[in-house]
């Protein structure tokens, strides 16, 4: 028989592939059981540096990477952080936040008063700045990026950035004031953006949606100047001789872009790449290789984000807008007043939002899922945000026997099939994440066990991200794990808790969340004249206690992120905020 | 392409140019057929787009600082707040107001995103998808044909147990996973080839041949393993089909030599099944290397049309697809006109 030793032959070969294959499973990754909850601070040391005649390192390229590709470099226009990051490199902007704090602090602005009433700004801008063809940058070049935005030939996801923009008058050259139509102490938040060179715009912004500058701007103010963008591949930028705080020491920045993080891990390990972040599931990896020896360092620092799970509070058969819409514009207009929710059958229910809280194991998930790599949170302040966080409020405790304490007493008992009931509604709730994101994935599998060993009866579903935004967004969701992230460094968040936000298909008060004492509060601490910190943050300790009390989302746990850098380059001092605003002074070794 | 490799016998060299004058009114006719298939295409999948859930306005204003009203004004400049019917036509036919001149002019619009036409974003990722897939292509072809005839040949020997083992492990092992393992050996330790991309990155810019080759020879590798494996067994299971013929038997017979045999009257007649799967192949060329693509950092299309449909980016989904539908047209045309050029008593009709 001839096919005897052939198939013994094939054998052996699918059992030492099967070997080569288990060889090469993951190893048991080491979960760092630390929790920080308070936030490193930033020590000020004053080190006295010896005058030095040795001229910094010059050439090099810092080479970086990401898993996304930009799309567009019009500071403006852009609406993705690959985009914003390249185009932070390109464009200053009016201000900016200091990296250590997150404070908004002056980049093209040198200073800025505000009137009494608390509507006016006039800022004072820098007089040594020129675009990178030498011509001056001046105010004119802030309205026309401000008044573009409002153009409506102007397509773009930053209207709200002049929503509450009355008016911006040109003062001086360097002068400008802007008028906004209320008090708003988030107001210079909407200055962040990269001013445009107006010069190489037409006046009328006919051609800034068309323009050959938004793909290869010629002209700009940053450390860097545009050289090449290949999509999906890499983009180039070269020295900003001109730059106004001195040419960079390096000749060029590339960002390369992979679509696989596996991948972009390897090039940093290969030394492909100098600088880059990485997933949770890496972390331990890095921190290896840094151990024996590796060329490389971290800084790890909170993400200003959260992640959550969302609690809808009205049925979501019957998505209904959170205000009387009296005109039928399909928006909220001043003085519509409240409309009272047909409420979600179990989730409208305090109690039940409350054990679900108390029965969520938000540790035991970022140790698990997010192999360490993230802290749980109260309420919806971050401790980043030092001056408004409220550190005496604790995290809802783990503790699954006081959660079926709160069910029982809210008289939702058990059935003979070990799922609890009352008045005949069963305890069942769907609970979706978006599929392909694997941490979130494993999440809701987590929490959906504890759920259902209490007596729910928990569907879990990962859907396409577009889906489900379209579930969440038009009320139509039991319960839905999602993150905020870029969260900004103002506590203000009232677009997330307020009535008038509860729109069908669009607004952010998607849970229906209503309570007139925290909406009080909360506008009063966006609208403080003067905008006293201390003031405001007592008022965001009642706020973040009120959200946390009245559970609207399951809050979860705010992500530790991390930069990692190849030891080649020196000078680099990533801060929580910002990673490359002192980019300029970074040498490479060569 | 695979015509060429093989001499055209002398019995059809008379024929010839009647021959091409059926070819040409043949492929003029399945061209005519082609326009109604398109606009059904069209049709369909634009309707398909459209009701499917998701929103590109909802996803690219997923920010709550963003208002009701800032995002209606977006909607209304995208001209995505008018009804489905009234899209398609303005996609087909152009809109001064929405800024497209429609199908008909060649303008697939602009993507919703990227805020630049559709188009040149296709055909700047079209090189360098071709150059990989048609090199993985033309080396599957090459080493797939050649292990298939030469295994055939030597029926049941140890050469053929080791293809056919191969052909089977070459199908199995997930693309991933031998990527990322190849990178891991030969980009992470030994470090003798590049984690990714075309080339190596330097702000002077400057491309040589051998670092392209270097960057090419994983992914290109990775991709071609397939192409070996399915087109070797499938050679391998033709020629021993045609070995047993008794034509065969009388070449041998009459003396001609065993390669001229098996390469002149046997692989010509085991070619027409591997042309029925060459025509999914060429349409396979600009989409059949998603994976591969994504694992070396290729800056190709599969990247491109991935990311477009779960972004809701209606314009580019919809250029993508009617480019695939125009290749799968073109590609079994293609293959039935070869049928024909290898399998003279074959009419095209």
Not at chain 1, 169 to 180: G, K, M, P, S
Not at chain 1, 558 to 572: C, F, K, Q, S
Not at chain 2, 279 to 286: D, E, F, K, V
Not at chain 2, 293 to 303: A, C, D, K, L, N
């Amino acid at each position: 028989m001839k096919s005897l030793p052939k198939f013994t032959l094939a054998l052996g070969l699918l059992a030492l592939a099967a070997f080569a294959i288990a060889a090469c499973t993951p190893q048991e990754v080491q979960v760092v059981q630390t929790a920080i909850v308070e936030v490193e601070r930033e020590v000020q040391v004053t080190v006295v540096v010896e005058p030095t005649s040795v001229p910094p390192q010059q050439g090099g390229t810092i080479i970086t990477s990401s898993f996304a590709d930009p799309t567009i470099f019009n500071p403006i226009l852009w609406n993705d952080s690959p985009s914003a990051t390249v185009s932070g490199l390109l464009f200053l902007s009016l201000v900016d936040q200091e990296p250590f704090t997150g404070e908004l602090v002056g980049e093209i602005a040198s200073g800025w008063e505000v009137s009494e009433d608390g509507l006016t700004y006039t800022f004072t801008l820098r007089d040594d700045i020129e675009w990178s063809d030498g011509t001056p940058l001046t105010a004119n070049d802030f309205k026309f990026s401000y008044d573009a935005i409002a153009s409506e030939l102007v397509e773009t996801a930053r209207k709200s950035n002049i929503e509450l923009v009355d008016n911006i008058e040109l003062i001086d050259d360097h002068t400008v004031a802007v008028t906004f139509s209320e008090v708003d102490c988030t107001a210079l938040g909407n200055f962040t953006l990269g001013m445009m060179p107006s010069h190489m715009y037409a006046a009328d912004f006919t051609d800034i949606m068309d323009s050959p500058e938004n793909t290869a701007p010629s002209v700009v103010s940053g450390q860097f100047a545009f050289q090449e963008w290949v999509p999906d591949d890499h983009v180039t930028l070269v020295r900003n001789d001109n730059f106004v705080d001195g040419a960079p020491n390096a000749d060029g920045w590339i960002y390369r872009i992979f679509a696989d993080e596996s991948a972009e891990l390897a090039a940093l390990l290969a030394g492909e790449t100098d600088v880059t972040g990485v997933g949770a599931q890496f972390v331990s990896t890095i921190e290896g290789r840094i151990a024996s020896g590796d060329p490389l360092d971290i800084f790890k620092f909170f993400d200003d984000g959260y992640n959550w799970i969302a609690m809808n509070q009205a049925n979501p058969d019957n998505p209904q807008n959170g205000f009387e819409d009296l005109n039928e514009d399909g928006a909220y207009t001043e003085g519509e007043p409240l409309l009272p929710q047909d409420p979600h059958p179990i989730l409208g229910d305090p109690a039940v939002r409350q054990a679900i809280s108390h029965a969520v194991d938000v540790q035991g998930i970022v140790n698990k899922v997010a192999f360490g790599q993230g802290a749980q949170i109260p309420s919806n302040v971050l401790p980043a945000i030092g001056w408004a966080f409220d550190n005496t409020l604790q995290p809802y405790e783990y503790d699954l026997e006081k959660a079926e304490a709160i069910l029982e007493e809210a008289g939702w008992v058990k059935g003979s099939d070990g799922v609890r009931r009352k008045d005949g509604q069963r305890l069942a709730l769907t609970l979706e994440t978006n599929a392909g994101n694997e941490t979130r994935e494993n999440i809701i599998v987590l929490v959906q066990d504890t759920l259902n060993g209490i007596g729910f009866d928990i569907t879990a579903q990962a859907v396409d991200f577009s889906s489900m935004i379209g579930e969440l967004l038009g009320q139509t969701f039991d319960m839905i794990l999602l993150g905020w992230t870029g969260k900004g460094s103002d506590p203000d968040d009232v677009g997330l808790w307020e009535y008038r936000f509860d729109t069908v298909g669009s607004g952010f008060n998607f849970t229906s969340y209503y309570n007139e004492e925290m909406e009080a509060i909360g506008q009063a601490a966006k609208t403080l004249p003067g905008c006293d910190p201390s003031e405001r943050a007592e008022m965001y300790a009642d706020t973040q206690r009120m959200l946390h009390d009245d559970a609207p989302y399951v809050f979860l746990y705010n992500p530790l992120a991390n930069v990692i850098w190849n030891t080649r380059v020196e000078g680099i001092d990533p801060g929580p905020w910002r990673l490359w605003y002192d980019v300029q002074d970074w040498t490479i070794s060569p | 392409m695979v015509g060429g490799v093989l001499p055209p016998t002398e019995t059809s060299n008379p024929t010839w140019t009647v021959e091409f004058a059926d070819v040409r009114t043949y492929v003029a006719r399945r061209l005519l057929q082609a326009i109604p298939t398109l606009l059904g295409v069209t049709i369909f999948s634009f309707a398909l787009t459209r009701l499917a859930p998701g929103d590109p306005v909802q996803l690219m204003t997923f920010d709550p600082k963003m208002t009701v009203k800032s995002r209606e004004i977006l909607r209304h400049q995208l001209c995505l707040d008018r009804t489905t019917v009234e899209q398609y036509f303005i996609w087909l036919l152009g809109s001064q107001e929405c800024n497209t001149r429609g199908l008909i002019r060649g303008d697939f619009g602009d993507s919703l995103y990227d805020k630049r036409p559709a188009l040149d974003m296709i055909l700047e990722r079209v090189p360098a998808t071709l150059e990989l897939t048609g090199t993985a292509l033309l080396i599957g072809i090459l080493i797939g044909l050649g292990i298939g005839i030469y295994s055939a040949a030597k029926h049941g020997t140890l050469f053929d147990s080791l293809s056919r083992i191969f052909a089977v492990i070459g199908q199995a092992i997930p693309t991933f996973w031998l990527g990322l393992i190849m990178i891991l050996v030969f980009a992470v330790i030994l470090r003798w080839l590049p984690v990714g991309g075309r080339y190596t990155l330097s702000i002077e810019g400057t491309k040589n041949f051998f670092d392209h080759l270097k960057h090419l020879m994983m992914p290109a590798f990775v991709l071609a393993l397939f192409w070996i494996a399915i087109l070797s067994r499938y050679m391998r299971t033709e020629m021993l089909e045609v070995i047993r013929q008794d034509y065969m038997r009388a070449a041998r017979a009459k003396g001609v030599p065993k390669r001229k045999v098996y390469f002149r009257h046997g692989a010509r007649n085991a070619l027409i099944p591997f042309i029925t799967i060459l025509g999914p192949a060429i349409a396979g060329l600009l989409s059949g290397a998603v994976i591969v693509e994504r694992i070396f950092s290729w800056p190709g299309m599969g990247r491109l049309a991935i990311d477009a449909v779960f972004q809701r980016d209606f314009p580019l989904v919809m250029a993508t697809v009617m480019i695939g539908a125009v290749l799968v047209i073109g590609g079994n045309l293609l293959s039935d006109i070869l049928y024909g050029a290898v399998d003279p008593r074959i009419r095209l009709n």
